[in-house]
Structure formats: C-alpha cells, structure tokens
C-alpha cells in the first residue's frame, strides 16, 4: 500500500514539474479593468523582445474601447478598421489558442490567421451584447534542429527571402482580420499531445507569406478541430524532394516527429524541370518517395502521399493537358508498391479544373489586372498557383481524400453540412478572405 501511494505521489511530482516548465500566456485585451491572473494589452502595447508580447509592425489605427460592464474580461476590447497583429515569443512547439471576440454594446465579425497567413478560425459574428470563444491549435517553429536532449545539431537552410518569414522568427503571430475584429481576450496553452500533420511540399503547399498568392497547406487547419490536430507546414518555393533533403528540411520534421504523426508529401512540379543521367520520375524521384517513406516510418510516423494537381492548361476542347508528366503516375506506383496512403489530387484537380472550364478557373489562380493590389504595376497572369479562393478548393480536395482513405487523423475533422465533390466546385461568392496587410506583385519560386 505504502509502496503504491509513494508511485502516486511521484507520478504527481513529475506531472506539477512537467506543467510548472509550460506556461499559460493570458492577455486581457482594452484600456478598463484588468481580470485577475491576465496581462493587460492597450492600443499603445508595442511588441518588444524585452517584454515578448505586443501588436506587430503593420497594426494601424488601433482603437481601444471599454464599456465599463462588470466583467473585466469582456467588458473592454480592441478592434481597427484594418488587420492587425498581435505577437508572442515563443520556443517552437504546439500550442492550443483560445481567443474571446464581442461587444457589450455592439456585433462583431472576425477572421483569425497565424503566423505567414495560416487560416485559424473562418469568419465569426456576433450579436450585439454576445460574445464568441473560438479555439485553434498551431504549431510554431524555429530553424534550428536539435537531438533528443534538445542540443542543437544543425540548422535548416533557408532561402534569403524566408528571413522575412513569419513563422521562422521566434514567435507566434497572430491576425486579427475582418469587418468588426473586436478581440477581448486572448490565451495560449502548449500543447503536448496533438497528434502533428507535417507537410513538405513546394509553391503549392507552402503557406504564402503574401497576398494574392496561396497554397492549400495555409488553408488546412481551419477544416481541424482544436487541440487534437496541429498542422505544421513546413514546405517553401521552389523545393524539389531532392532539394527539400538537401536544405535539412527532411531532417528538421523527422527531429520534431512523434510516434503516430503525419508527413504528407506532395513534390513533382520542380522535379520534373531536373536533368541529367538517371533522373527521372521512374528513377531519381521514385527512389527518394521511397527513401522519404522508409525514414518516417522508422520515427514511427505515418507518410501519405499525395499527387501533384495540374498546372491550369487547357486543350481547345476544355480538357486539361498533363504538363507533368509521369511523376504523378511514378506516386502512384511507390504508394501501391509500399502501402502508403495516396491522396490522388492530380486526378481530382483535373475533375476540378474542367468543371470549372477555361474562364470560370481564372478566378481561382493568380490573375489581376494591374493596379489590382497595392504596388503591382503589372498584370499578374500565373497559371500554377492559386490565390485564396483557389487554395481553400484545393484544401477542400485534400480533405476529401483524407475521409476517402479513412486516415486516422479524419475523425478530428469538422463536419461538412455536404461533402466536397471538385465536379461541382463552391461559387467563388461564398468565399470570405479579407485581405491582409503582407501583399507582394512578385512570383513565387516554381511553375
């Protein structure tokens, strides 16, 4: 007896030690009281490394407001006519978010992203007097690679413009968008048992760090619930599968990989542009899926693997032209030949496209006039990378292959009111995006 209640209580000295080392970060937003245990953030809260917290650069024309009700967490907030930013210095891991929106004495509607424009939490209203919790998991991330006792070994190798990336800073930003952004409250809890997606990929993955352009790995979390999923996208611009290994950035995922988390893998567009002996997607490229398989299998992760979709190209009959070869095939093959999950959002892109016809799918990629955005002189004319609305459609193809594959992770999808079918695609009216503050007129590396 003596012997098993001395077990209990070491087993409790390990949990209050474990948790005393992850801190809750809690901030009360507004200029009134202050709800005890909170931090307090005004419209004048700048983001300092000294103090770790703070609205970023772009946060303009803050507005502070306090009602003066009796509850000090909601009786006060801050809102702007234009997105704003707030940070928090973090060490790179998941962490569940909890953020409190409404109005004492008003309605509210806000859009929530993270870090490089991560889709959180699709719009949310509400009415006058009414407050809205809305909660998402994030993962954030450092460059730095580190072995089992946390020393670092090494480092990814990034490309000069990701220097300016969001989310290799040391921190978690968080934008505040929409019509009535009105943010009481916020939290941030780690999160050490999320079950973590992993995505390596290139232009089409990557989260987009500016607009108009962006990638269905950006759009992925909003379709998760919180605190089960935390999606850590980890592709970039212009990655080939042999490249993506080369930068370290293989190794930066397998060193954070947990028994029972996800790699999804989607590559093709850039290897396909290599040359020289032996290359090929029968070759070289086969032969490093297959590599990529083994080494995630062997931190106990599961890979799934997924098809590139088409570049936007049309036959005088409507009818998608194949640009990319026999890499999505050379896929195919290595998932049958390995019993690795596919996801096949090659097939289901050309379904997509051709639904959409030649017109109709301008206004799911890049194109705009000039002077569409702010600075872009030029008329933007991409055929191979999306801007938003095209992305979430891309996403919502990803999500169907993963109820389709029945993968572990699609119980902790939010439900659908009707399934996606990329045969009869969402109007592009439905979609809501306010656009944010990070807008560039340049191309993303690849095609």
Known sequence: MMKSIFGILIGLAAWITCNAQQPVFRFDFGPGRVMKGYTPVTASTRYSDETGYGFDKYSLSLEAVDAGTSNPLTSDYITS?????????????????????????????????????????????????????????????????????????????LKERELNYLHWDHKLTIEFNGAEPKICALEITPNKTATTVFLAGNSTVVDQ??????????????????????????????????????????????????KGDYLFIEFGHNDQKQKGEGVGPFTSYKKELLRYISEVRNKGGIPVLVTSMHRRSFDSSGHINNTLGDYPEAVRQAAQETGTALIDLNAMSKILYEAWGPVESLKAFVHYPANTFPGQDKKLEDNTHFNTYGAWQIAKCIVKGIRDRKLGIAKFLKKEPVPFNPAKPDPVEKWNWPMGAYVTGMKPDGN
């Open 209 to 258: 760090d500016k607009e108009p352009w962006a990638a269905w790995g950006q759009m992925i979390p909003a379709f998760f619930q919180a605190k089960k999923i935390a999606i850590a996208n980890y592709a970039e611009s212009g990655e080939a599968l042999n490249s993506f290994r080369s930068a370290r950035r293989l190794e930066k995922i397998l060193s954070l990989m947990k």
């Open 81 to 157: 006519n234009k997105p704003f930013y707030f940070s928090v210095k973090l060490p790179e891991g998941n962490y569940d978010v909890k953020v409190i929106i409404g109005d004492p004495n008003g309605t509210s509607s806000a859009t929530i992203r993270a870090e490089c424009r991560r889709w959180m939490v699709e719009k949310v209203n509400t009415a006058k007097g009414k407050f809205a919790t809305v909660n998402f998991t994030v993962h954030v991330k450092d460059s730095l690679i580190r072995d089992s006792a946390g020393t670092t070994v090494s480092k990814v190798r």
